[in-house]
């Protein structure tokens, strides 16, 4: 199943964070710059699946991409990410991102076998290469 993610303007904008959706899918989803839990001093790229007033649901599980950027990469990242959501997203080396948007997003996830449309909580090798953001 393919999806073209946009970007999404909710009243209050996150600083660096770009909200994301779908077209005519339910949820949106707000991708943040976050410290790397392996590497505090570097940067990562964090989704959350939103709320319909934008914020993070802290009942929801979140992404944390495997991505280690300095602070000024993280800004060029994220400048990239809002002017070219669309292609940042559909790029080769975010198809983990994609898979887990697609899971996560309420039209698009599979029915699991007793009918529960639940979220999937990602788990990575911390081994496997990391992608760029």
Known sequence: MTARYEPVQ???QPGLGVHVAASGWS???LLSPSRNPDAP???CVRVDICTNTGDPDPELPAL???CMLSHTEMV???KGIRAE???WV???EQAQLRAWLIANDVKA???SSNGDQSPLVPSFDSEEPHAQA
């Open 10 to 12: 909710f009243r209050m």
């Open 27 to 29: 949820r949106k989803f």
């Open 41 to 43: 001093r570097l940067w």
């Open 64 to 66: 944390i991409s495997g």
């Open 76 to 78: 060029e990242a994220f």
């Open 85 to 87: 959501t669309a292609a």
């Open 90 to 92: 559909a790029a080769a």
């Open 109 to 111: 996830a599979p029915p």
